[in-house]
């Protein structure tokens, strides 16, 4: 097969007939675009494929930084809280040195009103220094721990003054209503058995005051087997008092009471017939009679 191809000129048409190698050239041609573009192609892909990979790393390394983030916020968001509850617990604290003081009128030797730093920031989002908090710990633990030793001394010196008063336990749980069953061998209302109460039942009405018979610290408040609703009472000395059966409470652990307020209202909670308190007395953790308490004249 032969291919002539004729050429228009000034001169006439000219005649020019290409050798078979020139017929190869445009398949040559043809070929080597195709090799170029499937070249250039699979670059292209390649390089696609380094920025999707690269930009997966950056996605990742963003939301690492993101959960690194959240996480230190929450753990500095933990600590602040716990500043904060340090400082509560280190100004009641104080006030109750501060009221210690000036009911003995020592004042002059008792200082509790010193300033007690506090770390954190008013908002969880603003920013934290963890060394600066760490340090108001720190001075927060000291402060604490020195007013501790305070309340100690003057503790000391409360006794030796005989002032002692407040925490002589005398009288009655509650301010209306009657002894409805004693201290020692009953029937026991639900078994019918023969059985020891170890305490005295006031009944009375419903939703009536409850009231301390002695001054002292709150060591229970809440729900406990039998008793339903619970406050106990430390005095100091060996002992404590209990008042079961409430209906609600008026006080919590570590709460400082005085003699005849109200620590809770008359219910019929936990296992009880009707309204009523029982009231115990324990001295170094046994329970014994309470009537010589209730009938015997205040301290």
Known sequence: MSVTVFIQGRNGVTRWQPGKYWLLLPMLLIAAGTGLYQYNHQRFESQQANVDQERQAREQQQKQVKQLKQATESQLATLVAHVARMQAKLTRLEALGQQLAENNQLEDQFDFNAEVGV????????????????????????????????????????????????????????????????????????????????????????????VATAAGVVTWAGKMFGYGN?????????????????????????????KGEKIAVMGST???????????????????????FVYRHAG
Do not use: C
């Not at 209503?177 to 020891?196: H, K, V």
């Not at 619970?230 to 400082?256: F, K, W």
């Not at 936990?270 to 010589?292: A, F, W």
């Open 119 to 210: 770390g954190g920031g008013s908002d969880i989002g603003s920013t934290i220094e963890l060394d600066q908090l760490i340090a108001d710990m720190d001075r927060l633990a000291a402060g604490i721990d020195k007013n501790n030793a305070k309340l100690s001394l003057l503790e000391t010196v409360t006794s030796n003054l005989n002032i002692n008063e407040e925490r002589y336990i005398s009288g009655r749980p509650v301010d209306k209503g009657w002894l409805s069953s004693p201290y020692g061998l009953r029937n026991d209302p639900f078994t019918g058995r023969r059985a020891m109460h170890k305490g005295i039942d006031f009944a009375g009405t419903e939703g009536s005051d409850v």
């Open 230 to 258: 619970l406050v106990e009472i430390d005095h100091g000395d060996g002992y404590r008092t209990r008042y079961g059966h409430n209906e609600a409470l008026s006080v919590t652990v570590g709460d400082v009471v005085a």
């Open 270 to 292: 936990g296992r009880s017939t009707g309204p009523h308190v029982h009231y115990e007395v324990l001295r170094n953790g046994q329970q014994i009679d309470p009537q010589k």
